[in-house]
């Protein structure tokens, strides 16, 4: 019952973090267009950072559950 426990959650938190990494993408883009407003553009920066952490809590997760799912 474990095994898909831990199944599920590493599809999930693969899910979202590969959500956060189009999120972070996304902002990037904003971030290095110059037609946008400064204050746009370092709003889309500040949010591509939490994306990028957010990204890696997400693999990081995921990678654990992988490994527990195979024990």
Same mark, same amino acid.
């Given at each position: 019952?474990?095994?898909?426990?831990?199944? $599920?959650?590493?599809?999930? %938190?693969? &899910?979202?973090?590969?959500?956060?990494?189009?999120?972070? =993408?996304?902002?990037?883009? #904003?971030?290095?267009?110059?037609?946008?407003?400064?204050?746009?553009? $370092?709003?889309?920066?500040? %949010?591509? &950072?939490?994306?990028?952490?957010?990204?890696?809590?997400? =693999?990081?997760?995921?990678? #654990?559950?992988?490994?527990?799912?195979?024990?």
């Amino acid at each position: 019952m474990d095994t898909i426990k831990n199944a $599920a959650n590493y599809v999930s %938190d693969s &899910v979202q973090g590969a959500g956060s990494e189009a999120s972070k =993408e996304a902002h990037k883009q #904003v971030a290095k267009d110059s037609d946008a407003s400064l204050s746009t553009r $370092a709003s889309a920066g500040k %949010d591509m &950072v939490s994306d990028k952490m957010d990204q890696h809590k997400h =693999e990081t997760s995921a990678n #654990v559950e992988k490994e527990a799912a195979k024990h």
